[in-house]
């Protein structure tokens, strides 16, 4: 008995102290897909940080500065602050974030803890996001920065820099941070969606999430010895898919993470998502709410205690510390960005007397981009010498249109918010934004093209709706996948439209103008659906284009080398293009863009004659397959009939 006394003092240091702790409440406050919205909107220049009660934007992040400094000061408990990525790209702001890096200094000045990587964050390729990270190192820090399913090329020098700012340890796997002496374990993924739609991230690839999660779950569990897990992860949820949401299935099958931070989907998730032991929650998009989850650790589990979306709106007033730097970055961009066109962050470009909206189909906003398209690249395109040079098409995608241009208080339309509408990209020269090109299709390319809309879109999501522009189209769902447009005219409404020959016959060439991501899209669109939708773009002789970057169009020719169009200037230029009809000095947003004007339309029959018309190979082969079975079926019934007889 005296020698088992003697051991238990021993015994007891040994069991871990949460055995016998108290429960200990742990709170986040947590965003994702930020995208670079430093300002409420829209619109922004209704933005009003310094009083509440007066507009009606979402968004600022100076609010939600004044959100972090109330919560640590109502919390008698650790605070810790998180972003689940994304943080880059969608205003002019991220236009100078390789030289400036606004976003992440300005997190480190928020005191945001730990933020994870988003597809978006390599827009700008590896070097760029090097330089991002760089920028901020150097310009006043950043956030604990953490990535665990990155894999870089060993064959390819492209991603040495991002390699090395990785090595030298200003973005890890993971991070453990102890505060009142608990230990918690971040890391962070990129999900499979979003690896897909990060092209510009070649060389480097992402492994597989599920398997990074369980390796990160059994370092941090068994050799870090933390208290509680939680992950960063820009995979996303879906309230109309619950049970394909990434995060979900990434919780069911890597248990032991105690907490998911979404992102990705710009999801508004009201409640938390219980997986198990798992709790996932996001924060939808740009600001515009900031989620605060309060969680208790208890013997080493974690649960729910209470969780709030908060909105971020005008009832919040914006901290003056963080208001004054992002004016100060504003003057940045009228310098450094704007002053060569001679506009500024908010100059205003026009009014207009309706909202211009992105939805999941047609929108008003996605005609109005795809007819500045058509618009801006002919200017560069048309040579009066060839007529067939002219822009006939644009294709714009619907993933590519990020923002709203709302009327707001007063229906002026600054510059910020027409560009916040189309902000992506980077051209070939290196320069932000994308270029426009002009490539050379058949008809029956067109067709393909615009058979993305009816076979592609409703099975992958609106991003792959495509806007056009120069043409109309009808399309009828119930035939044959990929054999589902039943009519195509082409024009304007200046000059009226006329029906297209789509058949293979038909080996017009015509002019079409997109971006320079869609285009490479849309040239690889083939291998993706096994060669059906195969589209080879093609010189004015029909020789093809090898490598895309060669159709971008030239802004000044009697300059060496390719001065690119850029999208985005063509978007403003086409806006400042329009009548002043109120005589306010101001361009006027057209009526007929009030409403979307039905350019692609679905036109749902059975009709067997309208199921086969016109229908190519897919369709033959489906109808041979039909008539196939139904013979067959025939002839079982027949015999078995004889036999019963």
């Avoid at 209704?46 to 507009?55: K, V």
């Avoid at 058979?451 to 592609?456: F, G, K, L, M, Q």
């Avoid at 039943?486 to 409404?493: L, Q, V």
């Amino acid at each position: 008995m005296k020698k088992i006394l003697r051991i238990m003092p021993v015994f007891l240091i040994c069991i871990p102290c949460t055995i016998f702790a108290e429960p200990r409440k742990i709170t986040f406050i947590h965003t994702n897909d930020l995208h670079s919205h430093l300002l409420g909107s829209s619109p922004i220049i209704d933005y009003s940080p310094d009083a509440t009660g007066n507009d009606a934007t979402r968004g600022g992040w100076a609010r939600i500065m004044t959100l972090i400094k109330r919560t640590k000061a109502d919390r008698g408990n650790p605070v810790f602050v998180a972003d689940a990525g994304d943080f880059l790209m969608g205003s002019l702001f991220h236009t100078l974030s390789r030289e400036r890096s606004f976003e992440l200094r300005l997190m480190k000045n928020m005191g945001y803890d730990v933020c994870t990587l988003g597809n978006h964050e390599f827009d700008l390729k590896p070097a760029g996001l090097a330089r991002i990270i760089e920028s901020a190192r150097t310009r006043g820090g950043l956030p604990a920065l953490v990535a665990s399913n990155v894999v870089f090329s060993k064959t390819s020098d492209k991603d040495d820099a991002l390699e090395a700012v990785f090595k030298s340890g200003f973005v890890r796997p993971y991070t453990v941070i102890a505060r009142s002496g608990i230990r918690i374990g971040f890391f962070g993924l990129i999900g499979r969606s979003a690896a897909e739609v990060s092209p510009f991230a070649k060389p480097v690839t992402f492994r597989d999430p599920v398997q990074a999660a369980q390796e990160m779950i059994d370092l941090l569990r068994n050799r870090e010895k933390v208290d509680m897990v939680v992950c960063l992860s820009h995979g996303g949820v879906y309230l109309d898919n619950i049970d394909k949401s990434e995060d979900l299935i990434l919780a069911v099958k890597a248990p032991g993470i105690d907490i998911i931070f979404s992102g990705h989907t710009h999801t508004p998730l009201r409640d938390p998502i219980l997986a198990g032991k798992t709790i996932i929650v996001q924060a939808w998009c740009y600001g515009r709410w900031a989620g605060i989850l309060d969680v208790v650790l208890d013997r080493g589990a974690v649960t729910l205690s209470k969780y709030q979306p908060v909105l971020i709106d005008d009832s919040i007033p914006g901290d003056p510390f963080i208001t004054n730097l992002i004016n100060d970055f504003k003057k940045e961009i009228n310098t450094s960005v704007l002053a060569s066109l001679r506009l500024s962050f908010e100059s205003i470009i026009a009014h207009t007397g309706f909202d211009l909206k992105k939805k999941e189909e047609e929108s008003n906003l996605g005609n109005l981009i795809a007819d500045a398209d058509r618009s801006y690249a002919d200017k560069f395109a048309y040579d009066p010498r060839d007529p067939g040079s002219r822009i006939a098409v644009s294709l714009d995608s619907n993933g590519l249109i990020r923002d709203n241009v709302m009327r707001g208080k007063t229906g002026r339309i600054a510059l910020c918010d027409l560009f916040s509408a189309l902000p992506l990209g980077i051209g070939a020269d290196d320069t932000m934004g994308y270029p426009l090109v002009a490539v050379y299709l058949y008809a029956s390319e067109i067709k393909k093209a615009l058979e993305i809309v009816t076979s592609i879109y409703p099975e992958k999501g609106s991003r792959y709706f495509l806007h056009v522009s120069g043409l109309t189209a009808a399309y009828n769902p119930h035939r044959m996948i990929f054999d589902r447009v039943t009519g195509i005219n082409i024009g304007n409404d200046e000059t009226g439209y006329i029906p297209l020959d789509y058949s293979s016959s038909n080996k017009k060439l015509y002019r079409v103008a997109t971006n320079l991501y869609n285009a490479a899209f849309i040239k690889i669109i083939g291998d993706r659906t096994r060669n059906i939708l195969k589209i080879v773009p093609k010189h004015r002789d029909g020789r093809p284009i090898d490598d895309i970057a060669e159709a971008r169009l030239d802004a000044d020719q009697d300059k060496p080398g390719i001065q690119e169009v850029k999208q985005w200037v063509g978007l403003i230029e086409y806006v400042r293009s329009f009548k002043d009809i109120d005589g306010d000095g101001l361009p006027d947003i057209p009526e007929k863009y009030k409403l979307s004007e039905a350019r692609i339309v679905k036109e749902p029959s059975w009709n067997p004659v309208r199921l086969i018309t016109g229908g190519n190979y897919l369709t033959w082969i489906g109808v041979g397959g039909v008539l196939v079975i139904g013979g067959l079926a025939v002839f079982i019934a027949v015999y078995v009939f004889r036999k019963i007889i």
